[in-house]
């Protein structure tokens, strides 16, 4: 931008045909990118996402300085023509029509004040929506956090859950058996004894 800056008036259109043809190259690529991105492992996957996304916004905002540069360069180049038509022209003695438009000169200025303000307000409030995402993603990740830990404390329930089954059944066996001996032992004190 600082070359397009610094270009003489021949050259500064094929320069910013050149800024043009490369951001669309760099667009092509990011899309590309993105596809890439999507098929990263999981654990990668959010994190080459956001570095894309990143890129995207920086190459929009290229494309939108490239944009402003344009805009300028034809106001200038239109204040020019007009100023060398202006000092071209001839003047001679006014006719009837002496009215001056200064009321579509004021009503311009009031609609650029609106659109400032509507701009202002855009940004408020989208900047107000990104801190929302970002409040939200930090509630998401402590939910997650504490879903993994209920999950583990899950997983160390069932395992103690295993464990005191297979000990109440060999209880149960261990009790049987030894109801089993008991009944021998009085049938055998009955048998010999009585």
Same mark, same amino acid.
């Given at each position: 931008?600082?070359?397009?800056?610094?270009?003489? !008036?021949?050259?500064?259109? &094929?320069?910013?045909?050149? &800024?043009?043809? !490369? #951001?669309?190259?760099?667009?092509?690529? &990011?899309?590309? @990118?993105?596809?890439? /991105?999507?098929?990263?492992?999981?654990?990668?996957?959010?994190?080459?996402?956001?570095?894309?996304?990143?890129?995207?916004?920086?190459?929009?905002?290229?494309?939108?300085?490239? !944009?402003?540069?344009?805009?300028?360069?034809?106001? %200038?180049?239109?204040?020019? !023509?007009? %100023?060398?038509?202006?000092?071209?022209?001839?003047?001679?003695?006014?006719?009837?029509?002496?009215? #001056?438009?200064?009321?579509?000169? @004021?009503? @311009?200025?009031?609609?650029?004040?609106? /659109?400032?303000?509507? +701009?202002?307000?855009?940004? $408020?409030?989208?900047?107000? #929506?990104?801190t929302g995402l970002r409040d939200q993603r930090g509630t998401l990740k402590?939910?997650?956090?504490? +879903?993994?830990?209920? /999950?583990?404390?899950? =997983?160390?329930?069932?395992?103690? +859950?295993? &464990?005191?089954?297979?000990?109440?059944?060999?209880?149960?066996?261990?009790? #049987?058996? $030894? +109801?089993?001996?008991?009944?021998?032992?009085?049938?055998?004190?009955?048998?010999?004894? =009585?």
């Amino acid at each position: 931008m600082g070359r397009l800056e610094n270009t003489d !008036r021949q050259s500064v259109h &094929l320069l910013e045909n050149e &800024l043009q043809a !490369r #951001i669309d190259q760099i667009f092509s690529h &990011l899309e590309r @990118l993105d596809i890439l /991105a999507s098929k990263e492992p999981p654990n990668r996957r959010q994190n080459a996402k956001l570095r894309v996304d990143q890129l995207k916004y920086d190459v929009q905002h290229l494309q939108t300085a490239l !944009r402003n540069f344009q805009h300028r360069r034809y106001s %200038r180049e239109a204040q020019d !023509r007009e %100023r060398e038509e202006l000092m071209s022209r001839t003047f001679t003695t006014n006719d009837a029509d002496t009215s #001056i438009p200064i009321d579509e000169t @004021l009503q @311009l200025n009031s609609n650029l004040n609106n /659109a400032h303000r509507g +701009m202002d307000d855009l940004l $408020g409030s989208g900047s107000s #929506i990104l801190t929302g995402l970002r409040d939200q993603r930090g509630t998401l990740k402590g939910t997650h956090k504490k +879903m993994l830990d209920v /999950a583990n404390m899950l =997983g160390l329930s069932n395992t103690v +859950m295993r &464990l005191i089954e297979k000990r109440a059944t060999q209880d149960k066996l261990i009790m #049987i058996g $030894g +109801m089993l001996l008991t009944c021998v032992v009085m049938f055998l004190v009955v048998k010999y004894l =009585g």
